[in-house]
């Protein structure tokens, strides 16, 4: 038995892991809290959440979670939608805006990679660096892909389910606000059964590499 049977990524890899996950909660979880701030909600702004601080948005349970089982969570940003202009509207926004900041990052990490390669910098130093270089860029984009992915699963916790609340009709939505703690129960054994992520969660979050090379493809020609 080594370290590398009870966690989702190889040890090695853990400090890449470990990086790519600050960034990237810090600015998903920033994205909500600007939004709902810059739509009316001080709520966020009251309980310093309106800030790139990873320090204010990462639980450190859930970012250990992460390590071991390859799901995990940040601190969520608590908005009060009664006092946006337009609640559903800008409650829908404020809720996707969290994984398409995690979408933007990907393509950002598309970018530079193309730039790097092309210019020949992401070879241009010793094996080392280049390794590391090689190691981070990989993870920045496979893990904001799978949480842009991963986040827009219609089950609570997730942004997707927050979207499809404010999508529905008021009475759709007391029913669902009834019945949340079940769809909390089907996501955790969703998550911690591996016969049942097998045939669910991991099918949707393999979209993850048809995403990557989209973009991949996309703006290749422009390099």
């Known amino acids: ?53 990873p320090r204010v948005h990462i639980d450190l349970l859930g970012a250990i ?47 530079i990679v193309l730039i790097l390669d092309k210019t020949g910098l992401m070879y241009a130093g010793s094996n080392g660096v280049n390794l590391a270089l090689q190691h981070f860029f990989f993870y920045f984009m496979y893990l904001n892909f799978l949480l842009f992915i991963f986040n827009l699963i219609p089950l609570p916790p997730l942004d997707g389910y927050r979207i499809i609340q404010d999508l529905v009709p008021l009475k759709t939505r007391i029913k669902m606000d009834q019945n949340v703690q079940w769809g909390m129960y089907i996501f955790l054994l969703l998550v911690f059964i591996p016969p049942l992520r097998r045939v669910t969660l991991d099918p949707i979050l393999g979209w993850w590499e048809p995403l990557y090379n989209f973009f991949f493809n996309l703006f290749q020609p422009l390099f």
């Open 1 to 53: 038995m080594s370290w590398d049977d009870f966690l989702a990524y190889p040890i090695e890899d853990l400090p890449f892991v470990a990086l790519v996950l600050i960034i990237s909660f810090t600015v998903h979880e920033f994205a909500h809290a600007y939004s709902a701030y810059k739509f009316g909600d001080n709520t966020p702004k009251e309980m310093g959440r309106v800030t790139l601080n």
């Open 65 to 111: 979670l992460i390590l071991i089982a390859g799901f995990g969570w940040a601190r969520p940003v608590l908005i009060n939608p009664s006092r946006f202009k337009n609640p559903r509207l800008m409650g829908i926004i404020v809720s996707a805006l969290g994984p398409i900041s995690n979408l933007l990052l990907g393509v950002l990490g598309v970018l």
